[in-house]
C-alpha cells in the first residue's frame, strides 16, 4: 500500500503533466507556478481553517481528521522505533527506519502545533 505521501506526489506530477500540456507551457514552469502556488497554501492552512482555490473549491480543516492523523502518526512512531532496536538490522535498513522516523517525528511536530493553534484537543 503506498503512502498518502507518495500517492500526493504522483497527483502533483500529472497536475504539472497536464497543465503544461493544455497551456503549451514547458513544464518546469509550471512545476515552478505550482510549487509557488501550494506553498502560498500551506501557510495559509496554518492560520486558517478553511482555504479555497479558485476552480478547485473550499478545503476545510477536519478536527477529526487531525485527530486521526496525530494517532496514525503516534503508531507509526512507535513501529519504527521497535525496528530499530532489532539488533541484526542492516545498516542499510536501518538509516532508511532513521530517516522515516525523523520525517514522522517532524510531521508530528506540524500536527501537534496545528491541533494547538485550532485549538483541537484529542480525546483519547
Known amino acids: 500500500m503506498e503512502s498518502e505521501f507518495v500517492r500526493a506526489d504522483k497527483i502533483r506530477k500529472v497536475l504539472?503533466?497536464?497543465?503544461?500540456?493544455k497551456t503549451l507551457k514547458p513544464e518546469?514552469?509550471?512545476e515552478k507556478v505550482i510549487n509557488f502556488q501550494f506553498k502560498d497554501l500551506l501557510e495559509a492552512t496554518k492560520t486558517?481553517?478553511?482555504?479555497e482555490i479558485s476552480w478547485f473549491g473550499k478545503f476545510l480543516l477536519s478536527p477529526t481528521k487531525l485527530i486521526n492523523k496525530i494517532g496514525e502518526i503516534e503508531s507509526l512512531i512507535n513501529k519504527l522505533t521497535l525496528k530499530l532496536?532489532?539488533?541484526?538490522l542492516s545498516e542499510t535498513k536501518r538509516i532508511g527506519l532513521q530517516s522515516r522516523l525523523k520525517y514522522a517525528e517532524?510531521?508530528?511536530?506540524?500536527l501537534k502545533?496545528?491541533?494547538n493553534e485550532s485549538g483541537l484537543e484529542?480525546?483519547?
Do not use: G, P
Not at 504539472?16 to 500540456?21: G, H, S, V
Not at 532496536?85 to 541484526?88: A, F, I, L, S
Not at 517532524?106 to 506540524?110: F, G, S
Open 16 to 21: 504539472i503533466t497536464k497543465t503544461a500540456i
Open 28 to 30: 518546469q514552469l509550471v
Open 48 to 51: 486558517n481553517n478553511s482555504v
Open 85 to 88: 532496536e532489532d539488533t541484526e
Open 106 to 110: 517532524d510531521y508530528l511536530i506540524e
Open 113 to 115: 502545533e496545528r491541533q
Open 122 to 124: 484529542r480525546t483519547s
